[in-house]
């Protein structure tokens, strides 16, 4: 069968607008193929707001969800694969639904396993950075 996410995204997007309350999408910021700006993402993951009044070009088709939003004051084209979205609710009072129990989904409840390096490779270490303090 066909993964069902697509079809409750959409059900549960118009269910959250006509009970006028305002959809936040959950997404998993490190899969492949999600595009949104990296200044926003805490711990792996961001939260959206698709609402009617924060974003054009809402696309919620099989593959993902696709949208043109403003960040600071900049217009931003984003894209998010389908199973990438972790969950969407109502920012008003928290119902929705959590995503992760079709195959190939990720769990939200399980950290990422860490990648261990080969033999030959050597662990690849964060550079250090500087931050500006006042």
Same mark, same amino acid.
């Given at each position: 069968m066909t993964p069902s996410r697509?079809?409750?995204?959409? +059900?549960?997007? #118009?269910?959250?607008? #006509?009970?006028d309350c305002t959809p936040y999408v959950l997404v998993d910021a490190g899969m492949p193929?999600?595009?949104?700006? !990296?200044?926003? @993402?805490?711990?792996?993951? @961001?939260?959206?707001?698709?609402?009617?009044s924060a974003v054009k070009s809402l696309l919620i088709d099989d593959d993902g969800?696709?949208?043109? +939003?403003?960040?600071?004051g900049v217009p931003i084209d984003l894209y998010v694969p389908m199973v990438a979205i972790l969950a969407i609710y109502?920012? #008003?009072?928290?119902?929705?639904?959590?995503?992760?129990? #079709?195959?190939? +989904?990720?769990?939200?409840?399980?950290?990422? !396993?860490?990648?261990?390096?080969?033999?030959?490779?050597?662990p690849v270490k964060p550079r250090p950075s500087l931050k500006v303090v006042k």
């Open positions: 697509p079809y409750l995204m959409r +059900a549960l997007n #118009e269910w959250i607008l #006509e009970n193929g999600v595009q949104v700006p !990296e200044d926003y @993402i805490d711990n792996g993951q @961001i939260v959206l707001n698709i609402s009617m969800l696709s949208f043109n +939003a403003r960040f600071g109502a920012k #008003e009072n928290g119902q929705g639904m959590v995503f992760g129990s #079709e195959a190939g +989904a990720p769990d939200p409840n399980k950290p990422p !396993e860490p990648t261990k390096p080969k033999r030959d490779e050597k």
